[in-house]
Nanobody
Framework: QVQVAESGGGLVQAGGSLRLSCAAS????????MGWYRQAPGKQRELVAS???????NYADSVKGRFTISKDNAKKTMYLEMNSLKPEDTAVYYC????????WGQGTQVTVSS
């Protein structure tokens, strides 16, 4: 089974930037889509961005134009570049390896202050 480890979160002021990383271990041959979810206290988990094996990307409207998802197949690592951060971006960010929901990491905390 594939395991993931998220990193790169932290505290940043509004307008700042962060780069999240998700490193996968094990076989990823069965993975067809990858992405980043986030969950803030009291809110439902939200799919922020996704990327397919072929490189097609999708973004939630709330982050479109500010976040960029990418991957390095050789390193088995996925990234989320977050720019122009807003306080409402504050959440725990989780790495997702699809199409199923059997591989989740611990998440990385992103806190944006005003």
């Amino acid at each position: 089974q594939v395991q993931v480890a998220e990193s790169g979160g932290g505290l940043v002021q509004a307008g700042g930037s962060l780069r999240l990383s998700c490193a996968a271990s094990g076989s990823i041959l069965s993975i067809t889509i990858m992405g980043w979810y986030r969950q803030a206290p009291g809110k439902q988990r939200e799919l922020v961005a996704s990327i397919t094996r072929s490189g097609s990307t999708n973004y939630a409207d709330s982050v479109k134009g500010r976040f960029t998802i990418s991957k390095d197949n050789a390193k088995k690592t996925m990234y989320l570049e977050m720019n122009s951060l807003k306080p409402e971006d504050t959440a725990v960010y989780y790495c997702w390896l699809g199409p199923f929901f059997s591989s989740w990491g611990q998440g990385t905390q992103v806190t944006v202050s005003s």
